[in-house]
């Protein structure tokens, strides 16, 4: 059964190889190979220290919390009283959570972006996954194009670290969790639900040090390859979307065995909570991954994504999200907006994006354009196929 298995996943891989040989001369490795790879995680990276340390006022408020505390203290009282819970509900999941015209705070955060709106408690600790994306020297000397803040030390000790998406959404219960296990908008990003990804990584002289490759995120009509879980697996073919609009090429070099690329803007489709027709942004996006033993790449990915973007998934949701879920998403926009660095107007001087971490692995798979191979699996991947 695992022979069978094992030759089931690596079949496609058996018939891209002969396509390989056909394209490169039969039996002869390409002099500078082109690797492919299918996108299998690009989701939030979150570190979860000490509450009484990151969140030393306490998490912040739910659409429940909120609205109460736009109450006066007398009105306030009253409301809570077991008798006017009915009251209650019907207060913040409706009269709060909707506006003029209809509008809600989830489907139109913006709208109510006003003096008075609650903000986020954004967190206080130290500690941060992600990269310094900006190199500046500090909050008072930001870099070119960016507002200044104060950065984070990562997880694994690196200096410089910005990641203004998690200072604003750390201390949100639906983010950190309760008791350890992680909240419901953690893992809000699925790349199994989508259609699949493309990464190329093209020119490789060598996977230990090699100063100058190229590296391709595409689009794909193609849905990932899955096994009977719905998990990606490698070994399959995906093909790359036509067009430029869903496609990023960018320079990258190998430092020790680490892809590093230099930023290139990333939009990629996204059917955001079943909707169709969405897009994930993340601009300025960099890749630092290393080439695993099974010839997949597994690393993190950081850049700054526009603040509208970045509330996508509750946008889509809608009045729901404030009323089931609990979010008070207008608090969560206006805060980013407060915390946004990146991509700095030059005329208001505010900026548009939130810097962000995420994490990043992709699997070894056979990626076409247009008909014609354009990157194979390399490692453990190819080896067993060529047995």
């Known amino acids: 059964m695992a022979r069978l298995a094992r030759l089931y996943r690596y079949g496609a891989v058996a018939g891209g190889l002969a396509l390989l ?9 390409q002099a500078n190979p082109d690797y492919g790879f299918v996108l299998s995680d690009m989701s939030l990276l979150f570190y979860l220290g000490d509450d009484k ?30 008798e006017n819970a009915e009251e209650l509900e019907h207060k913040y999941k409706t009269d709060y959570v909707f506006g003029p015209g209809g509008k809600d705070i989830c489907s139109n955060p913006e709208a109510f972006d006003t003096p008075e709106r609650i903000l986020q408690k954004p967190t206080q600790s130290k500690i941060a996954p992600g990269m310094d994306l900006d190199g500046a020297a500090s909050a008072d000397q930001p870099a ?13 000790g690196a200096q410089g670290v910005d990641n203004q998406y998690y200072r604003a959404i750390a201390c949100n219960t639906l983010w950190r969790g309760v008791n350890g296990s992680p909240g419901d908008f953690r893992g809000e990003l699925h790349w199994h639900d989508q259609n699949a990804v493309a990464v190329v990584v093209r020119s490789v002289d060598s996977w230990d040090n090699d100063p100058q ?32 609009k869903y496609r990023t090429v960018t320079r990258g070099r190998i430092e020790n065995g680490v892809l590093i690329t230099e930023p290139a803007n990333v939009t990629l489709p996204m059917n955001w909570v079943g909707a169709s027709g969405g897009e994930f942004m993340l601009r300025h996006a960099r890749i630092r991954a290393k080439l695993t033993p099974e010839g997949g790449l597994k690393g993190e990915a950081g850049g700054y994504r ?18 089931t879920a ?34 990043f692995a992709a699997l070894p798979a056979f990626v076409f354009d247009q008909g014609a191979l354009v990157g194979a699996p390399g490692g453990k991947a190819l080896r067993q196929a060529q047995r």
């Open 53 to 82: 340390l990151d969140c030393p006022n306490g998490r912040s408020p739910s659409t429940r919390e909120a609205f109460l505390e736009s109450q006066t203290p007398v009105e306030r009282a009253r409301l809570q009283k077991p």
């Open 326 to 359: 609990g979010l008070e998403c207008a608090s969560v926009r206006k805060t980013l907006r407060l915390l946004a660095d990146g991509d700095r107007d030059p005329k208001t001087g505010q900026c548009a994006s939130v810097s962000t971490a995420l994490s």
């Open 213 to 244: 490759v190229e590296v391709v995120i595409a689009a794909s009509a193609d849905r990932p390859p899955v096994d009977a879980t719905q998990k990606i697996v490698d070994g399959g073919s995906v093909g790359i979307t036509p067009g430029d």
């Open 21 to 29: 040989a056909l394209s490169t001369g039969a039996g002869q490795p």
């Open 306 to 323: 526009p603040i509208d973007n970045a509330m996508g998934t509750k946008r889509v949701g809608g009045p729901g999200v404030a009323s």
């Open 144 to 156: 070119p194009g960016t507002c200044g803040h104060d950065s984070f030390v990562g997880t694994s």
